[in-house]
């Protein structure tokens, strides 16, 4: 029975000592090391190739040559790892690896940004390669080299050169793509004419006919934003929700709009994200960068010196617009939407008597210090603050607390016939049903006396403010309607959750409450954040974005101008409108209204005045 390699290598790894080493055949070494470089453990790979390269082939194995270079890039050392490609291809220029040379110096060309150089390697070895499916592979190396942009004088000079047919037109299609950016009508048609399409992959058809489309109406010059997101890693799905939402803003609005962007995937990483940053300012092109999204991420860029705007689509850490004037925040601050609740109740509503009900974890109750803060500059008191800091399975003493508030608010020359509006709730139908497993009904012994029935509404509270947790609105919702306070609730975003809010014990008892929030649409059912719907910021940051490029001819300084003086923008689930010491801090929130069942927009409010929907 053959002994199995693998658990051959586990125990040749097992036991070897360093000094060990030099008494093992090539060929174990070798497999020691390419199981190492297989496993992931790279440096591990580079030493023992080097050993190998060293002490038994004299630097005359091409395999094991590239798999030093390749242990080398995926430590991420570019230039040892272009070092040692270089000199396997000037070696081996002729030999079966120059495939695999060339593809890894292109993919340490592109890792680096240059991807003229990249296309160059990759050409070079495109018409030697008779497997369809390695072909189109390098394709798509290439197709991503020209959508990150080339140096067209130095595709015209390889097109000059170059004899092979299928190369002649990918090159042209690369000076027809940099002719439609750069809104060169003339020059695409020209490009276009030398493309032969039944030479080129699947990879290049689709792309192909879009820019032959493009040749149909007027074409602007293209502006190019950097996306910097979590594509991979810790929270990736917000991440893929917002890119999902740019993808369907651009193929919405094919050939209306003038912007382009060049992904980055920051991995969830606050250093891959300063990298980014870093390679992103020195390429021109790019007048701005999108993202990221990640609050650490956003924290790490406060203190980093940019020369190139930051659009940030959630906000981060509270105070830091102040100091960092190159970060631009496209959604409000959970402080700002905690003032805009407390400043639309007083100043659009009227409302004095407001009582107070939340979560007291720090988080939360930061956040509700500020609505009281607010309140007490407008002029008010909150009537009642009741905090709870487990989940609210059992609030019932919160409740009473302010159902007594309540009752105290009553005039008392007022007769019981005239203020007690006897109007009977549904709580009838409420009680018929077993809510045992959210809270706790009163005991006997603690009922309510004669004065204050259960089934009296109480209208002396004129809103009430309930900002509770991710996951809390089934507890607190079917609470609610059991000590019939007939008052307008101010929720947050965790109240979007629709197929909650809409359950008859719910719904029903909170129509007509009002939500104050940065989008103006209920949450994904089954996805975690407090607030998921990445992919509905994306669609209006974009045509915010392209509302001010316009046609696309503006530079950096320019486009932070614009930002800084923007009257303001209103898309279909965000709005936009800057304030703040540096004018770079969102003022305007969504005004959401629930009833029927449904949630609806009734405005845009940015702490001056309630504009309404046509």
Known sequence: MQFPKLIFLIIILN?????????????????????????????LAESGFKSILKNEKNYNDPAAQLLLAKSQYRQGKLVEALRSGKSLYNTYMNSPFQIHVSTFLGDISMSRGNFTRAIQYYLSIRPQINDSLQGVELDKRILCCIGNGNKPDKIEGFLFRERDKINKSILNFSRAYTAWKEGDAFDLNSALEGINPKLLSDVFIEPYYRLIDETNQSIVSQTTFAVILPLSGFEKEKGESYLLGLAIYLSKHTGQSSIRFKIYDSRGDGITVLNAVKSIQSQRDIIGILGPILEKNILALGGFPSSIPILVPKFGTIGLPEFADHLFFLSPSVKTIAQRTAQIMVKEYGFENIAILSPADSKSKRKTDFFISELYQLGIDPVDVEWYIEN?????????????????????????????????????????????????????????????????????????????????????????????????????ENWLDMDVLSQELIGPHVNGMKIVSDVSSAMISGRSGSFTNYHDLAIDHAAFIQNISGNGLIDRRMFIKKLRKHPGFNGESTSIKFFGKNQNENGSTQVIEYGGNKLSKIGVYDGQILTPLN
């Open 392 to 492: 609210p399975e059992n609030i019932s003493r919160q409740f009473k607390s302010i159902r007594k508030t309540a009752w105290s608010l009553v005039p008392e020359d007022t007769s019981d016939s005239q203020m007690l509006n006897l109007a009977i709730d549904s709580l009838d139908a409420l009680f018929n049903v077993d809510v045992s497993d959210f809270f706790e009904l009163p005991e006997e012994e603690e009922k309510m006396d004669k004065k204050d029935s259960a089934k009296v509404a109480l209208e002396t509270i004129h809103a009430i403010y309930i900002p509770i947790r991710e996951g809390e609105l089934t507890y607190v919702g079917t609470q609610f309607p059991m000590y019939n306070l007939k008052t307008v609730v101010f929720g947050n």
């Open 15 to 43: 036991l070897l000592k360093a000094d060990e080493f030099d008494t093992l055949s090539y060929v174990q070494k070798f497999d020691i090391a390419v199981h190492n470089f297989k496993d992931g453990r790279f440096r």
